[in-house]
């Protein structure tokens, strides 16, 4: 049972969880797993509670506070590891001209095993300490591709 978790060269465990100790954590079906509400009103979801991924950068069952902004974007790639390009659009306005023109920013940011997301979802990104070189943000909720375009213009 433990190998289906080891699939990289470091040994991974929850940081919460010491595996000689009988510490009592919140106890499962499948044995002891650490998990915690995030707050800012976002669940748990059922996934992080229930699965048997290890990631140390999970808002839900890692080390990672989520503080600071609060955005939603479009998913426009997912070919990195557990890191997803979230595309915000946003209208700047031209004093000169009394108008306003259509922009838009990508943002990297680091998506937990407990969601799965595919290109064209609506997530929720959480600003966090930096997980690396460019990701700042962590996916805190996931809403399934609406019917439309992944590159199509959209304000939240």
Do not use: W
């Amino acid at each position: 049972k433990m190998t289906e978790v080891q699939v990289e060269k470091a040994f991974l465990k929850q940081q919460g969880i010491s595996l000689v100790s009988g510490i009592k954590l919140k106890k499962r079906k499948g044995g002891v797993r650490y998990y915690r509400d995030i707050g800012l009103g976002f669940k748990t979801p059922r996934s992080a509670i229930e699965g048997e991924f290890i990631d140390k950068k999970c808002p839900f069952t890692g080390n990672v506070a989520i503080r600071g902004r609060i955005l939603k974007g479009t998913v426009i790639s997912t070919k990195m590891t557990r890191t997803i390009v979230v595309r915000r659009d946003y209208l700047h306005y031209i004093k000169k001209y009394n108008r306003f023109e259509k922009r838009h920013t990508n943002i990297s940011a680091h998506c937990s095993p407990a969601f799965k997301v595919t290109v064209g979802d609506v997530v929720t990104i959480g600003e966090c300490r930096p997980l690396s070189k460019t990701v700042r943000f962590n996916v805190v909720a996931h809403e399934p591709m609406p019917n439309q375009d992944a590159k199509v213009f959209r304000i939240f």
